[in-house]
């Protein structure tokens, strides 16, 4: 078992383990109130139907299963599972799990943190991209019609509950995007010697060291929590042209290939750097190759959220492998990659 620290202005503590006798420990802690609502979608819930409830004894569990899938993060869910706890009596003293992926944790956490203005959550993640990223860092969303995101709040948890064993239900594509996601961190921390062959805890221990030493710096994304987005310049607005049809993590792994072509004319970065990890996405089973055409893909770009002043946001890696947040000019970026 391993644990570490998030500093931010609520200090909580993640957990990584294989055994939910931990997690029990943990909640028993944790969980002042009577009621408990735990949050997931229908795979997760398909799969692990008893498993979070089996281990809140003595507490009253109302669980809320939305469908699997983006579309759930939406105003409607939002909506019934705020009614739901408000019908069940929830007050501040109780407590919100959320068990499951990005969307479940997005959504769930959007609904702790602004039911009664905050009620305690817990969160436990299900898929490697949220066991590595989304679960901690305290973003908060649901999708409107607009687009992604686009309404949050910055929330911490209470506590991140994160087990290993759940990743042996999850699908090999999803493995996939939080593995790209992960080759970020292998960029943005050169010192923390990510070593990719095997998922374990280690793995997702220096990953999410990474990301909890920096959100603790900066938990509000003023400055340092934008290295954070190694490779999502480029990646959402592949995302994007692709209709979300291209997973985030992929997307990202895609990203990195444009971010790694720019520090090539920008900071004089080798091209090997650039040839490596094409190699080692590529034996990792995934695609980093991009189809679309650049001036789309800038525009896009041009009308992100990312995006500031003239320029858009981007995270370099310099000659010495270190990263660096230049911004660089819309009509300029063309210039650095072709
Ligand atoms: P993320 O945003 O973290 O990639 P999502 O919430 O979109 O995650 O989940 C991706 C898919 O994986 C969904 O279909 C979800 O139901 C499913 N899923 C999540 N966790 C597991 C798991 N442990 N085993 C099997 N399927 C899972
Ligand atoms: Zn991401």
Known sequence: MKSLRVK??????????????AFTEKVSL?????????????NVDGIYKNEIENS??????????VPAGEESKNVENYLKILNGLADNGFTREDTVITFGGGVVGDLGAFVASTYMRGIKLIAVPTTLLSMVDSSVGGKTAINLE?????????????????NTGFLKTLPKKEVLCGL??????????KDAKIDISKIDEDLIYKCLKI???IVSKDEKESGKRKLLNFGHTFGHAIEKLSHFTIPHGICVAKGIVYA????????????????????????????????????EL???ISIDKKRSGKGADFVLIDDKFRPEIVNILLSEIKGYIL
């Not at 944790?30 to 229908?42: M, Q, R």
């Open 8 to 21: 931010t202005q609520s200090e909580y503590e993640v957990t990584i383990t294989d055994s939910l006798a």
């Open 30 to 42: 944790l969980i002042k109130g009577d009621l408990v609502a735990v949050i997931t979608d229908s």
């Open 56 to 65: 809140l004894t003595g507490k009253k569990v109302i669980k809320f299963v």
């Open 146 to 162: 607009k687009g992604k995101n686009l309404c949050g709040t910055f929330y911490q948890p209470s506590a991140v509950y994160i």
């Open 180 to 189: 790209g996601e992960i080759l970020k961190y292998r960029f943005i921390s």
């Open 211 to 213: 990301k909890a030493d």
């Open 260 to 295: 790694l072509k720019i520090s090539e004319k920008y900071f004089g970065t080798s091209e090997k750097v650039r040839k490596d990890y094409i190699l080692t996405a590529e034996n990792l089973g995934i695609d980093v190759s991009c189809e679309y055409d650049l001036n």
């Open 298 to 300: 800038i525009s896009l």
